[in-house]
Nanobody, 115 residues
Framework: QVHLVESGGGLVQAGGSLRLSCAAS????????MGWYRQAQGKQRELVAV???????NYGDSVKGRFTISRDNAKNTINLQMNSLQPEDTARYYC?????????WGQGTQVTVSS
C-alpha cells in the first residue's frame, strides 16, 4: 500500500507564492513518475507538473515559467514551488505517483488565490 501526504496549500494574494510538498511512503519499489495535477471547481483535472524517473519534467502550459517541480529521490518527496500565482490557479492540487504500472493519488490540498 502506498500513502501520499500533501502539505502547503492555503490562501494567497495574486502575485504571491506558495510551496506544496508531497511525501510518499509504503510499498514503493520503483517510482516511474511523481508530480502534481489540479482540479478547479467545475473543470477537469489537469496536469501541473510531473517528473519522471528518466529525468524528464513536463509542465502544463498554463504554469510554465511560474511553477517549478523538484524531487528528492532519497526521501520520496516532490515539491512544487508556485510563483506569480493568479486567481485562475485556484484549484485543489493533487499529488500523483506512478509505481510500476499503478497510479496513486493524494487527498489533495486547496490553493486559493485572491485578486
Amino acid at each position: 500500500q502506498v500513502h501520499l501526504v500533501e502539505s502547503g496549500g492555503g490562501l494567497v494574494q495574486a502575485g504571491g507564492s506558495l510551496r506544496l510538498s508531497c511525501a510518499a511512503s509504503g510499498s514503493i519499489f520503483k517510482i516511474e513518475a511523481m508530480g502534481w495535477y489540479r482540479q478547479a471547481q467545475g473543470k477537469q483535472r489537469e496536469l501541473v507538473a510531473v517528473a519522471t524517473s528518466g529525468g524528464n519534467t513536463n509542465y502544463g502550459d498554463s504554469v510554465k515559467g511560474r511553477f517549478t517541480i523538484s524531487r528528492d529521490n532519497a526521501k520520496n518527496t516532490i515539491n512544487l514551488q508556485m510563483n506569480s500565482l493568479q486567481p485562475e490557479d485556484t484549484a485543489r492540487y493533487y499529488c500523483y505517483l506512478r509505481v510500476g504500472i499503478y497510479d496513486y493519488w493524494g487527498q489533495g490540498t486547496q490553493v486559493t488565490v485572491s485578486s
